[in-house]
């Protein structure tokens, strides 16, 4: 006859294997580490990383390293820092960031001795739009525990004590760093995360230039992210107590819209667009390079519908510091204070009817272009209020 097991015995072989359980997966989540929240080395990353945790950590180890910081979403990180004199620039963007984001990220640096010289805040059509709540539980996009107020045993125990996509994200990381790591249709990114901050695609842009040259690029054939929400007095309250931190700490604050494709400008919600601007130059100027002009109705200078290219970022620059040594359309760049903002959105109105005969109508942004119409309405009552 067999050996009787006991319950002693059984109870120590559960225990075991469940040890044994948690343990392997504690040991390949730290081996894959798909959000890049242990890692060093981000050759092998192999997803986006949380780059707001990533980088708050590596400025508190580098405090002395920068001075300046650009704030954004991903659409700012084609902005080159190198080109900026006056400080040296850290790219701080981070997927979908938005300003209440950036205002406890600086709020942060600034209490934990990293000195902050100036800064510059990119905003986007979602950035009035997205509710800041669920992103910080978001693995991707929560910020640093000592910001969030989160433990961090939990913190750390999100990513590692976990079971549920453990193993396809191991496949991911062995497919893309191993199995397919030279195949020239895997497009491979490069996180500089200890240098400048930004993200890189070499073959991208190469792509482009090949595509232009060939047959020109018209069009893309990505979806578009939509945003519902309406943020936009909790979005202006998080940008006043940024302007009024810049001006406490004496730091030089530049505020900039990102350029959008014109396919993704006409799918967003152009009258909730205007009002959010015209709030916001009640608290400070900015540069708006959205609307509808010589760069952002031509797809070669982007990527995707969102996320326009370092030739444009360079452009940018020019406009709003006067370097690097490139060529601006006349059209591209507008800066906008409380005297000008009412005739800047009237013009950006009649820029929409202006190219309206040039576009391909469907539903979707006919549902925009008649919310310029509902501009032109409410203009008597809202465009044409004096600005306090």
Same mark, same amino acid.
């Given at each position: 006859? !067999?050996?009787?097991?006991?319950?002693?015995?059984?109870?120590?072989?559960?225990?075991?294997?469940?040890?044994?359980?948690? !343990?392997?997966?504690?040991? @390949?989540?730290?081996?894959?580490?798909?959000?890049?929240?242990?890692?060093?080395?981000?050759?092998?990353?192999?997803?986006?990383?949380?780059?707001? =945790?990533?980088?708050?950590?590596?400025?508190?180890?580098?405090?002395?390293? +920068?001075?300046?910081?650009?704030? !954004?979403?991903?659409?700012?990180?084609?902005?080159?820092?190198?080109?900026?004199?006056?400080?040296?620039?850290?790219?701080?963007?981070?997927?979908?960031? @938005?300003?209440?984001?950036?205002?406890?990220?600086?709020?942060?640096?600034?209490?934990?001795?990293?000195? #902050?010289?100036?800064?510059?805040?990119?905003? %986007?059509?979602?950035?009035?739009? *997205?509710?800041?709540?669920?992103?910080?539980a978001d693995l991707l996009t929560q910020p640093y525990p000592a910001i969030s107020g989160k433990k961090p045993q939990v913190f750390y125990g999100e990513y +590692?004590?976990?079971?549920?996509?453990? +193993?396809?994200?191991?496949?991911?990381?062995?497919?893309?760093?191993?199995?397919?790591?030279? %195949?020239?249709?895997?497009?491979?990114?490069?996180?500089?995360? &200890? !240098?400048?901050?930004?993200?890189?695609?070499?073959?991208?842009?190469?792509?482009?230039?090949?595509?232009?040259?060939?047959?020109?690029?018209?069009?893309?054939?990505?979806?578009? $992210?939509?945003?519902?929400?309406?943020?936009?007095?909790?979005?202006? %309250?998080? $940008?006043?107590?940024?302007?009024?931190?810049?001006?406490?700490?004496?730091i030089k604050l530049t505020i900039f819209v990102n350029p959008m494709h014109k396919a993704a400008y006409l799918d967003t919600n152009l009258l909730k667009l205007?009002?959010?601007?015209?709030?916001?130059?009640?608290?400070?100027?900015?540069?708006?390079?959205?609307?509808?002009?010589?760069?952002?109705?031509?797809?070669?200078?982007?990527?995707?519908?969102?996320?326009?290219?370092?030739?444009?970022? %360079?452009? $940018?620059?020019?406009? $709003?510091?006067?370097?690097?040594? #490139?060529?601006?359309?006349?059209?591209?760049? =507008? *800066?906008?204070?409380?005297?000008?903002? &009412?005739?800047?959105?009237?013009?950006?109105?009649?820029?929409?009817?202006?190219?309206?005969?040039?576009?391909?109508?469907?539903?979707?942004?006919?549902?925009?272009?008649?919310?310029?119409?509902?501009?032109?309405?409410?203009?008597?009552?809202?465009?044409?209020?004096?600005?306090?």
């Open positions: 006859m !067999g050996r009787k097991i006991t319950y002693k015995s059984w109870t120590r072989t559960v225990v075991c294997s469940l040890i044994l359980l948690v !343990g392997s997966v504690v040991l @390949i989540n730290i081996i894959v580490d798909a959000y890049g929240i242990l890692r060093t080395d981000f050759s092998f990353q192999f997803q986006l990383p949380n780059m707001n =945790f990533i980088k708050i950590k590596y400025l508190l180890h580098h405090k002395n390293k +920068f001075d300046s910081f650009i704030f !954004g979403s991903s659409r700012v990180e084609n902005i080159d820092q190198n080109k900026i004199s006056g400080g040296r620039y850290y790219n701080m963007i981070y997927p979908l960031g @938005i300003p209440q984001e950036h205002l406890r990220n600086i709020r942060f640096l600034l209490n934990n001795g990293v000195s #902050v010289k100036n800064v510059m805040i990119g905003i %986007d059509e979602f950035s009035y739009q *997205l509710d800041p709540e669920p992103r910080r +590692f004590v976990k079971l549920r996509r453990t +193993f396809s994200q191991l496949g991911k990381y062995i497919r893309y760093n191993y199995t397919r790591r030279n %195949d020239p249709a895997e497009v491979h990114y490069i996180y500089d995360i &200890d !240098g400048s901050g930004r993200i890189f695609c070499p073959s991208c842009d190469e792509t482009i230039e090949r595509s232009a040259k060939k047959r020109g690029r018209n069009g893309f054939t990505q979806a578009i $992210m939509h945003f519902d929400g309406n943020k936009i007095s909790d979005t202006i %309250d998080a $940008m006043r107590e940024i302007v009024s931190l810049a001006k406490q700490n004496n205007a009002l959010f601007k015209k709030e916001l130059a009640r608290i400070a100027d900015y540069f708006d390079f959205s609307g509808l002009n010589s760069i952002t109705t031509d797809s070669y200078y982007y990527y995707e519908p969102l996320h326009y290219r370092p030739l444009v970022g %360079d452009m $940018m620059l020019k406009v $709003m510091f006067g370097a690097p040594n #490139v060529a601006v359309p006349r059209d591209f760049g =507008f *800066l906008v204070t409380r005297g000008n903002v &009412d005739a800047h959105l009237e013009s950006q109105c009649l820029e929409i009817k202006r190219h309206r005969p040039e576009l391909v109508l469907n539903e979707a942004n006919t549902k925009f272009t008649d919310s310029c119409g509902a501009l032109d309405d409410a203009s008597r009552n809202f465009l044409h209020q004096p600005v306090n």
